[in-house]
T-cell receptor, first 115, second 113 residues
Framework: GENVEQHPSTLSVQEGDSAVIKCTYSDSASNYFPWYKQELGKGPQLIID?????GEKKDQRIAVTLNKTAKHFSLHITETQPEDSAVYFC??????????????FGKGTKLSVKP | DTGVSQDPRHKITKRGQNVTFRCDPISEHNRLYWYRQTLGQGPEFLTYFQNEAQLEKSRLLSDRFSAERPKGSFSTLEIQRTEQGDSAMYLC???????????FGQGTRLTVV
């Protein structure tokens, strides 16, 4: 079945620096890749997503890149702020636009932004 | 608040007891998912509904677990004869047919003692 690996498991950066989180997936049929931010005691919140027909997507300080050939995608956060501190999850799905759409998640990256 | 709502937020139960959780999805969403998340892990898919039809169940969903969505709106997840290994955060998410983007609720944290 589909497997999503995420690295690193923890990441500590200084405020203002950039943070990069990387994920690889195993199912070449995966066509949808969202990123979620989860704060303590809360459910995951979607922050950005990308479909397989796009190589890069940006939303203010957040960007995601996708390399279909290598089957990996990355989250980039620039000008990090303390409120960016949280656990970030990547996910993959092979059913965008189809009848299902269940997501396979990575194990998460705990990002700490030091003021 | 028009987001996904889950009830209760926390549940402590004794081993062997039955528990039931409720999820109210975003009103116009016809797809509803249940996930389970243990400490330090990402959410794991349990089951999926499109309207009232349960279309997919993970092998993680043992016979002690049952989910329903009788009128295609809210959903319930019941766990019978709870075990300590059932302790986890149970997350509900919903999406519309047009977009697979899933919006999650705050979750129900279950502790089996």
């Amino acid at each position: 079945g589909e497997n999503v690996e995420q690295h690193p498991s923890t990441l500590s950066v200084q405020e203002g620096d950039s943070a990069v989180i990387k994920c690889t997936y195993s199912d070449s049929a995966s066509n949808y890749f969202p990123w979620y931010k989860q704060e303590l005691g809360k459910g995951p919140q979607l922050i950005i997503d990308i479909r397989s027909n796009v190589g890069e997507k940006k939303d203010q300080r957040i960007a995601v890149t996708l390399n279909k050939t290598a089957k990996h995608f990355s989250l980039h956060i620039t000008e990090t702020q303390p409120e960016d501190s949280a656990v970030y999850f990547c996910a993959a799905s092979r059913n965008y636009g189809g009848s299902q759409g269940n997501l396979i998640f990575g194990k998460g990256t705990k990002l700490s932004v030091k003021p | 608040d028009t987001g996904v709502s889950q009830d209760p937020r926390h549940k402590i139960t004794k081993r062997g007891q039955n528990v039931t959780f409720r999820c109210d999805p975003i009103s116009e969403h016809n797809r509803l998912y249940w996930y389970r998340q243990t400490l330090g892990q990402g959410p794991e898919f349990l089951t999926y509904f499109q309207n009232e039809a349960q279309l997919e169940k993970s092998r993680l969903l043992s016979d002690r677990f049952s989910a329903e969505r009788p009128k295609g709106s809210f959903s319930t997840l019941e766990i019978q004869r709870t075990e300590q290994g059932d302790s986890a955060m149970y997350l509900c998410a919903s999406s519309s047919r047009q977009k697979v983007v899933a919006f999650f609720g705050q979750g129900t944290r279950l502790t089996v003692v």
